[in-house]
């Protein structure tokens, strides 16, 4: 077996519902998480209980593998 090449350090931080920070290497501010439009829907969340709507987890792996 190999040598690890990468450990990637990631702390995430709920902040209420899906509301959610992340500290991710390589980023001088973290990320936010959350749900928006049908995800919302899907999920039985009212956006508006959150305050605001963000790109869901789905959206920032749908971007990973296409960039």
Known sequence: MSEVAYISNVRIERRRG???LAYLPGEANPVTF??????????????NAIGESHAATLDYV??????
Do not use: F, M, Q, T
Not at 34 to 47: F, L, P, Q, T, W
């Open 18 to 20: 899906p509301l959610r």
């Open 34 to 47: 959350s749900v928006h439009g049908n995800i919302a829907k899907h999920y039985g969340v009212d956006e």
């Open 62 to 67: 749908v971007a990973a593998v296409g960039g």
